[in-house]
Structure formats: C-alpha cells, structure tokens
C-alpha cells in the first residue's frame, strides 16, 4: 500500500529480509520452519490421540504427587 500510495516500485517498498540476500532468505525461512513446527506437531498429536486427550494430559490436575 505504501508503494501505491508514494508510486513507488514493489522492489523498494517491501523490506528486505536477513540482510537481503539468498543466505539472508535462507536463514528467515529456517527460523519460520523451526517456529512453526511445534505447532503442526500439536496439530498431529491432537489428531491422534484425539483433542480431549491432549487437553487432559494438559490441563488436568495430577491426583497424586510422586
């Protein structure tokens, strides 16, 4: 919206990521790759084990202390 607005091209209007290279790309992706796969996990275990499993073994309280 800023490059409309100031007619400017999409190239100057979007940031640049990591530096603004390939290694710089490369790093950015890994470090979404890696925060976004705790959340496909839980996505998986939920569909396997079923989600009112999950939130038992999560948020239930233990009956007994070891």
Not at 20 to 38: E, K, M, N, R, W
């Amino acid at each position: 919206m800023v490059g409309i607005i100031h007619d400017s091209s999409v190239e100057t209007s979007v940031p640049s990521f990591g530096g603004g290279g390939f290694l710089g790309l490369l790093i950015v992706a890994s470090i979404t790759f890696l925060s976004l796969l705790p959340f496909f996990a839980s996505k998986n275990i939920s569909r396997a084990i079923g989600h009112e499993r999950v939130k038992e073994i999560l948020f239930r309280y233990p009956k007994e202390a070891i």
